[in-house]
């Protein structure tokens, strides 16, 4: 997508109900280029995890089929990445993302200063600094999980991008790592980074190790301590505190949104998309229903064809759709069907109505009524759209 006007207020990101209020000095903040506290929380309520190789742009459209509210992030992008990579590329998304944030993965605060101007440029709504991944990659590069241990740089970093853009500055951090897991660790790195400006922290709520744990497993092995993210949010009642780790449902979102100020899903939003389908419902109390699931893929069609004519893989824009079905009768028979035949060279739109018809979740009595091939592709003003159609249907 072509770079926006600079000016493009980061209110954008914000979408009120008709019943929902912003404080009178929300213009006054925006001046300031800070997102109002109330505004952010708001929008921040649910979100979906930056997730590399999972929340790329083609899965967020998808996500915004089914929810037109929860806050969606790009993977972690590196600064190297952008200042010596394709940030045209790497940068690129569709209006119909918004809100969205972009995270950044670094540790020097002009680089990062440099690439939040560059998001503030192509319009992102945010910009998410990862002080969480606990890869090898970023332990070498020095950023990472690894910065908790230097939060003066993590509040230099942060101060950098404020300086740089009128956007507001998240941090996405853990609990920990190795042995600087103390309750007081964690209080000074938020202490430190707070009075640099950050006012909204995701919490994943686990420390992490650093040698021994592949990041896979340090998603699973250090144990969820969820009190912690408690007890930060009731120390810091003037910061809007994000949970995240092993929350699986929408109750239990609304069962941690008594605690803290908002809630950030990751690996299930992948396995079963659409378990958000009545997000927008009951997190954020829309009136719109959401569409059905073969609604849904009625409305991805069109923006597969989009992007099959403009060169993408199909593999690339089954990846979000393999879990639609996720708990239905045939879902198995979908996945596998997907997962064994949009690889090929050949593969084309025709793969996933085969998989809709030939699998057992044709069961559902709405498949029928499409005929894939009929449904044009989008141009890009109609991609836009998209997501205002979301809700009229009712299943
Ligand atoms: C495949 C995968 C890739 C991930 N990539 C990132 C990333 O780029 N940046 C980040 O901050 N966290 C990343 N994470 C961690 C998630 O953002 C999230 O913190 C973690 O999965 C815990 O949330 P969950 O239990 O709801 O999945 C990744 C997780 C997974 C499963």
């Given at each position: 997508?072509?770079?926006?006007?600079?000016?493009?207020?980061?209110?954008q990101?914000v979408?009120?109900?008709?019943?929902?209020?912003?404080?009178?000095?929300?213009?006054?903040?925006?001046?300031?280029?800070?997102?109002?506290?109330?505004?952010?929380?708001?929008?921040?309520?649910?979100?979906?995890?930056?997730?590399?190789?999972?929340?790329?742009?083609?899965?967020?459209y998808?996500?915004?089929?089914?929810?037109?509210?929860?806050?969606?992030?790009?993977?972690?992008?590196?600064?190297?990445?952008?200042?010596?990579?394709?940030?045209a590329?790497?940068?690129?998304?569709?209006?119909?993302?918004?809100?969205?944030?972009?995270?950044?993965?670094?540790?020097?605060?002009a680089?990062?200063?440099?690439?939040?101007?560059?998001?503030?440029?192509?319009?992102?709504?945010e910009?998410?600094?990862?002080?969480?991944?606990?890869?090898?990659?970023?332990q070498?590069?020095?950023?990472?999980?690894?910065?908790?241990?230097?939060?003066?740089?993590?509040?230099?970093?942060?101060?950098?991008?404020?300086?740089?853009?009128?956007?507001?500055?998240?941090?996405k951090t853990?609990?920990?790592?190795?042995?600087?897991?103390?309750?007081?660790d964690?209080?000074?790195?938020?202490?430190?980074?707070?009075?640099?400006?950050?006012?909204?922290?995701?919490?994943?709520?686990?420390?992490?190790?650093?040698?021994?744990?592949?990041?896979?497993?340090?998603?699973?092995?250090?144990?969820?301590?969820?009190?912690?993210?408690?007890?930060?949010?009731?120390?810091?009642?003037?910061?809007?505190?994000?949970?995240?780790?092993?929350?699986?449902?929408?109750?239990?979102?609304k069962?941690?949104?008594?605690?803290?100020?908002?809630?950030?899903?990751?690996?299930?939003?992948?396995h079963?998309?659409?378990?958000?389908?009545?997000?927008?419902?009951?997190?954020?109390?829309?009136k719109?229903r959401?569409l059905?699931?073969?609604?849904?893929?009625k409305h991805?069609?069109?923006?597969?064809?989009?992007?099959?004519i403009?060169?993408?893989?199909?593999?690339?824009?089954?990846?979000p759709?393999?879990?639609?079905?996720q708990?239905?009768?045939?879902?198995?028979d979908?996945?596998?069907?997907?997962?064994?035949?949009?690889?090929?060279?050949?593969?084309?739109?025709?793969?996933?109505?085969?998989?809709?018809?030939?699998?057992?979740?044709?069961?559902?009595?709405?498949v029928?009524?499409?005929?894939?091939?009929?449904?044009?592709?989008?141009?890009n003003?109609?991609?836009?759209?998209?997501?205002?159609?979301?809700?009229?249907?009712?299943?």
């Open positions: 997508m072509v770079p926006v006007d600079a000016h493009r207020s980061p209110t990101s979408r009120l109900a008709p019943n929902e209020k912003v404080c009178s000095q929300h213009n006054e903040c925006h001046a300031k280029g800070r997102l109002h506290l109330e505004a952010a929380r708001l929008t921040h309520r649910l979100s979906i995890a930056p997730m590399m190789e999972r929340t790329d742009r083609h899965f967020r998808f996500l915004r089929l089914i929810t037109r509210r929860v806050q969606l992030y790009t993977e972690m992008i590196t600064t190297s990445a952008l200042l010596h990579g394709e940030p590329r790497l940068l690129a998304y569709n209006e119909a993302e918004h809100p969205i944030g972009v995270q950044l993965g670094g540790s020097d605060p680089e990062l200063a440099h690439c939040a101007r560059l998001a503030h440029q192509y319009g992102y709504d910009v998410n600094f990862n002080v969480g991944c606990p890869s090898h990659r970023v070498t590069g020095r950023f990472g999980v690894c910065l908790m241990g230097e939060p003066e740089l993590v509040a230099d970093c942060v101060i950098a991008m404020q300086e740089a853009v009128a956007l507001p500055v998240t941090v853990r609990l920990g790592f190795d042995d600087r897991d103390s309750y007081a964690l209080t000074r790195f938020i202490d430190a980074v707070a009075q640099a400006g950050c006012t909204t922290f995701i919490l994943h709520a686990r420390k992490a190790w650093l040698q021994g744990l592949s990041p896979k497993k340090n998603r699973n092995i250090p144990p969820l301590r969820y009190d912690v993210v408690h007890n930060i949010k009731e120390d810091f009642p003037h910061l809007t505190i994000i949970i995240n780790g092993g929350i699986t449902s929408l109750e239990q979102v069962e941690q949104l008594k605690r803290v100020d908002g809630v950030m899903i990751g690996r299930i939003a992948c079963d998309p659409y378990m958000l389908a009545n997000a927008d419902r009951q997190i954020y109390s829309d719109l959401a059905s699931r073969f609604d849904v893929l991805y069609i069109p923006y597969v064809k989009r992007q099959l403009d060169g993408v893989g199909l593999s690339l824009l089954t990846r759709i393999l879990g639609l079905f708990g239905q009768p045939g879902a198995g979908w996945r596998r069907y997907l997962s064994e035949n949009a690889h090929r060279a050949s593969a084309g739109l025709e793969v996933i109505e085969q998989a809709a018809t030939q699998t057992k979740v044709r069961a559902d009595r709405t029928m009524r499409y005929k894939f091939s009929d449904l044009r592709p989008l141009n003003d109609s991609i836009q759209s998209v997501p205002r159609l979301c809700g009229i249907r009712g299943n």
